[in-house]
């Protein structure tokens, strides 16, 4: 049995040459057989082993599935690059597809087994022959000695998954969780289940997403080196700006950064010229860059540990700002610094986003967009502020770009704050260019400023502090890159 994916395309298509035996005979033969060496052992792989012996604890006697996932089509038979469930990689730091860990109750405890696929080598007539998994097509992977060695966990081969679960599922009073939406043919292995099993199901991934919420010190390191290599993406946009003519070229500019310093973008980057900013996941890029505009940059660089990073800068694509484009800004960063006072431990999850509406609704009672007081626009049953700011201020950042997302609310949205926490700060004003409740000459001004922030023990660390935020420090920054390049 493989899980391989069954909605893939056939491994052989219309188009593709005939294999004579003569020829497949012939592949088979001088090869050098030289040993293949084993890798070495991950980096940090006792923080793997640590997550995964939380999973067992919470979840003594059952049998528990958690799939990597399979590649997904993009058109036809070509494939998006593979990236791993997030939960699997939390737990156990594969990248490659169709893998499947399995936690097996042995004990006061669990066996941990990785399943993937195994690796013949030449002696197989797919390593030519499968377009979808042979070497010669998709270059070299991981066999099952290898993987044992490379993820220190025992590894077994896809193969011995089905065998190993039914005698598991066939034990007196067997239970199985299986972590659901990354592979159907695995979750076929298991059968209907209980009656509960929906039940249960979902409340492995919230335990998961749950888990997630407290970074420990090797997903802080992961997130600050993701920032590191996002700000040289944003200096290489500032670089640019002086000549570029579309927000595809800046697009492509911070995408060449992500690719040569990480695995990818951690999501599709906004870059958002003029009135595009006030879409707030513009992500067609399509606009041209104009001097007097404002260029919103939301952006982030997935490392090679799958942590992203998200940041967002506003910058004047001229070096200035205008006096109208100043006055937006300077209420933004204002209500982003009365956030950010708010980020430590024990305070709820929404008091920055709640100090920031009120900096923001007093700053646009200031402007005289407020069609009444500020005091009055912050009550709960109007709130009309958010007819400009759109958006709450946070969300947590890790392997997700919005993490932890099947976390419960009240641990998470109507929880407290917590040391080791990562969440983003990212208060914005937008006003649209057909809102006659807006002055015209703010009309078409979108402003966001974003970074990511760690909950310390004593209060919160900027991991983004390097990007300059304010408006005085955004025009040196870009006058500083414009000099050195």
Same mark, same amino acid.
């Not at 998954?161 to 043919?185: E, H, K």
């Not at 997903?219 to 993701?226: C, G, H, K, R």
């Not at 431990?345 to 007081?373: C, K, S, Y």
């Given at each position: 049995?493989?899980?391989?994916?069954?909605?893939?395309?056939?491994?052989?298509?219309?188009?593709?040459?005939?294999?004579?035996?003569?020829?497949?005979?012939?592949?088979?033969?001088?090869?050098?057989?030289?040993?293949?060496?084993?890798?070495?052992?991950?980096?940090?792989?006792?923080?793997?082993?640590?997550?995964?012996?939380?999973?067992?604890?919470?979840?003594?006697?059952?049998?528990?599935?958690?799939?990597?996932?399979?590649?997904?089509?993009?058109?036809?038979?070509?494939?998006?690059?593979?990236?791993?469930?997030?939960?699997?990689?939390?737990?156990?730091?594969?990248?490659?597809?169709?893998?499947?860990?399995?936690?097996?109750?042995?004990?006061?405890?669990?066996?941990?087994?990785?399943?993937?696929?195994?690796?013949?080598?030449?002696?197989?007539?797919?390593?030519?022959?499968?377009?979808?998994?042979?070497?010669?097509?998709?270059?070299?992977?991981?066999?099952?000695?290898?993987?044992?060695?490379?993820?220190?966990?025992?590894?077994?081969?896809?193969?011995?998954?089905?065998?190993?679960?039914?005698?598991?599922?066939?034990?007196?009073?067997?239970?199985?969780?299986?972590?659901?939406?990354?592979?159907?043919?695995?979750?076929?292995?298991?059968?209907?289940?209980?009656?509960?099993?929906?039940?249960?199901?979902?409340?492995?991934?919230?335990?998961?997403?749950?888990?997630?919420?407290?970074?420990?010190?090797? %997903?802080?390191?992961?997130?600050?080196?993701?920032?590191?290599?996002?700000?040289?993406?944003?200096?290489?946009?500032?670089?640019?700006?002086?000549?570029?003519?579309?927000?595809?070229?800046?697009?492509?500019?911070?995408?060449?950064?992500?690719?040569? %310093?990480?695995?990818?973008?951690?999501?599709?980057?906004?870059?958002?010229?003029?009135?595009?900013?006030?879409?707030?996941?513009?992500?067609?890029?399509?606009?041209?860059?104009?001097?007097?505009?404002?260029?919103?940059?939301?952006?982030?660089?997935?490392?090679?540990?799958?942590?992203?990073?998200?940041?967002?800068?506003?910058?004047?694509?001229?070096?200035?700002?205008?006096?109208?484009?100043?006055?937006?800004?300077?209420?933004?960063?204002?209500?982003?610094?009365?956030?950010?006072?708010?980020?430590?431990?024990?305070?709820?999850?929404?008091?920055?986003?709640?100090?920031?509406?009120?900096?923001?609704?007093?700053?646009?009672?200031?402007?005289?967009?407020?069609?009444?007081?500020?005091?009055?626009?912050?009550?709960?049953?109007?709130?009309?502020?958010?007819?400009?700011?759109?958006?709450?201020?946070?969300?947590?950042?890790?392997?997700?770009?919005?993490?932890?997302?099947?976390?419960?609310?009240?641990?998470?949205?109507?929880?407290?704050?917590?040391?080791?926490?990562?969440?983003?700060?990212?208060?914005?004003?937008?006003?649209?260019?057909?809102?006659?409740?807006?002055?015209?000459?703010?009309?078409?001004?979108?402003?966001?400023?974003?970074?990511?922030?760690?909950?310390?023990?004593?209060?919160?660390?900027?991991?983004?502090?390097?990007?300059?935020?304010?408006?005085?420090?955004?025009?040196?920054?870009?006058?500083?890159?414009?000099?050195?390049?």
């Amino acid at each position: 049995m493989s899980t391989f994916d069954a909605s893939k395309a056939p491994a052989r298509n219309a188009y593709d040459a005939d294999v004579p035996p003569n020829l497949l005979n012939f592949m088979l033969r001088s090869w050098n057989p030289k040993a293949r060496k084993l890798p070495r052992v991950m980096p940090n792989a006792a923080s793997f082993l640590k997550r995964r012996n939380g999973l067992s604890r919470r979840f003594p006697g059952e049998v528990l599935v958690i799939p990597s996932g399979h590649r997904k089509v993009r058109a036809n038979d070509t494939y998006y690059a593979f990236r791993p469930g997030t939960d699997f990689y939390y737990l156990a730091g594969a990248f490659e597809p169709d893998c499947v860990l399995v936690l097996l109750p042995r004990g006061n405890g669990h066996e941990q087994l990785l399943f993937v696929e195994p690796n013949p080598g030449k002696t197989d007539a797919t390593f030519f022959t499968d377009r979808n998994k042979g070497e010669l097509w998709e270059g070299y992977r991981l066999g099952v000695p290898e993987s044992e060695v490379r993820y220190a966990i025992t590894s077994r081969g896809l193969t011995e998954l089905d065998s190993t679960l039914q005698a598991a599922l066939a034990l007196p009073n067997a239970r199985a969780r299986v972590l659901r939406g990354l592979s159907a043919a695995t979750e076929s292995l298991l059968g209907e289940g209980t009656k509960d099993q929906p039940e249960r199901d979902a409340e492995l991934a919230t335990f998961l997403s749950e888990m997630r919420l407290i970074k420990d010190a090797d %997903e802080v390191q992961a997130l600050q080196s993701a920032v590191t290599a996002t700000k040289r993406g944003f200096e290489d946009v500032i670089s640019r700006l002086k000549s570029a003519n579309s927000e595809r070229e800046l697009e492509g500019v911070f995408w060449t950064r992500a690719r040569m %310093e990480g695995n990818e973008v951690g999501y599709s980057s906004i870059v958002a010229s003029g009135s595009h900013a006030c879409t707030l996941h513009w992500k067609k890029n399509d606009g041209a860059i104009r001097k007097g505009d404002l260029l919103l940059l939301d952006a982030g660089i997935e490392g090679n540990s799958l942590y992203t990073a998200d940041i967002t800068r506003t910058f004047p694509i001229s070096g200035r700002f205008t006096s109208e484009q100043r006055a937006v800004y300077d209420i933004v960063f204002e209500a982003q610094r009365a956030a950010l006072r708010l980020v430590r431990p024990g305070n709820d999850f929404m008091a920055p986003n709640r100090a920031a509406m009120a900096v923001i609704a007093h700053g646009l009672e200031r402007l005289g967009i407020l069609p009444m007081p500020a005091k009055e626009a912050l009550k709960e049953e109007n709130q009309f502020y958010r007819r400009y700011s759109l958006h709450n201020v946070s969300h947590m950042l890790g392997l997700d770009v919005h993490d932890c997302a099947q976390a419960r609310a009240q641990n998470y949205k109507y929880g407290k704050l917590e040391a080791g926490m990562v969440l983003t700060v990212e208060p914005g004003l937008y006003f649209q260019t057909d809102d006659l409740t807006v002055p015209a000459k703010y009309r078409g001004i979108g402003v966001r400023i974003e970074d990511d922030v760690l909950v310390t023990p004593k209060g919160h660390r900027v991991l983004s502090a390097s990007l300059p935020r304010d408006a005085e420090g955004v025009q040196d920054w870009m006058r500083q890159v414009w000099r050195r390049r």
